[in-house]
Nanobody
């Protein structure tokens, strides 16, 4: 089970931190992906994290602004979003899969509910 939260309304240039809490996983080898979907647009991969080696992926548009980190004690993955832009406005989802991460959302088996991020100009 996944739960994502931390969205909200922020002005351009501001920051938000999203959290994704996972429970019920029986493997230490899993990946968490952050995806977003803006109105009228396809779902987009934002960032991925692999628990096996800590490797990460960021889509080009968020590189240098977003950072993913994990707190294993809390079974929580964070997405720190800085220098937010109006184009970042979307519903953000976290998803999980076994083994390494993928940028393809259809490979993720478990999804949390979305959290709305709105960036005003």
């Amino acid at each position: 089970q996944l739960q994502a939260f931390g969205g909200g309304l922020v002005q351009a240039g501001g920051s938000l931190r999203l959290s994704c809490t996972a429970s019920g996983f029986t493997t230490d080898d899993y990946a968490i992906g952050w995806f977003r979907q803006a109105p009228g647009k396809a779902r987009q991969g934002v960032s991925c994290f692999s628990s096996r080696d800590g490797s990460t992926y960021y889509t080009d548009s968020v590189k240098g602004r977003f950072t993913v980190s994990s707190d294993n004690a809390k079974n929580t993955l964070y997405l720190q979003m800085n220098s937010l832009e109006p184009n970042d406005t979307a519903v953000y989802y976290c998803a999980a899969k076994v083994r390494g991460y993928s940028r393809s959302d259809y490979l993720y088996d478990y999804w949390g509910q979305g959290t709305q991020v709105t960036v005003s100009s």
